[in-house]
């Protein structure tokens, strides 16, 4: 099986900046594209930043000059880096992997439990 923990979400002030971290571990081949993710309640989950093995990256509109997603392949972790936070970017945040856990086996989509953020005015 394979787990994706992340950390670091919090309260920040309108403007602050906060680092999450995701980690995946347990049976895994090989890392394909990572990703962050973020929801609130009673809306659908959307996309903030994606990246892929290679260091391809795409951001969502409302982030991009403001958030900045890396990965580290060798610890197999995802991270993003975000600044000049908003009132609106107040949301859950999940991580998201696509894991073969076998050479030659097929990519699978696993995703965190997800962490708390919230930017106060």
């Known amino acids: 099986q394979v787990q994706l923990v992340e950390s670091g979400g919090g309260l920040v002030q309108a403007g602050g900046s906060l680092r999450l971290s995701c980690a995946a571990s347990?049976?895994?081949?090989?890392?394909?594209?990572m990703g962050w993710y973020r929801q609130a309640p009673g809306k659908q989950r959307e996309l903030v930043a994606t990246?892929?093995?290679?260091?391809?990256?795409n951001y969502a509109d409302s982030v991009k000059d403001r958030f900045t997603i890396s990965r580290d392949n060798a610890k197999n972790k995802v991270y993003l880096e975000m600044n000049r936070l908003k009132p609106e970017d107040t949301d859950v945040y999940y991580c998201?992997?696509?894991?073969?856990?076998?050479?030659?086996?097929?990519?699978?989509?696993?995703w965190g439990q997800g962490t708390q953020v919230t930017v106060s005015s």
């Open positions: 998201n992997a696509d894991v073969a856990q076998l050479s030659g086996s097929v990519f699978r989509r696993y």
């Open positions: 347990g049976r895994i081949y090989s890392i394909n594209d």
């Open positions: 990246i892929t093995r290679s260091g391809r990256i």
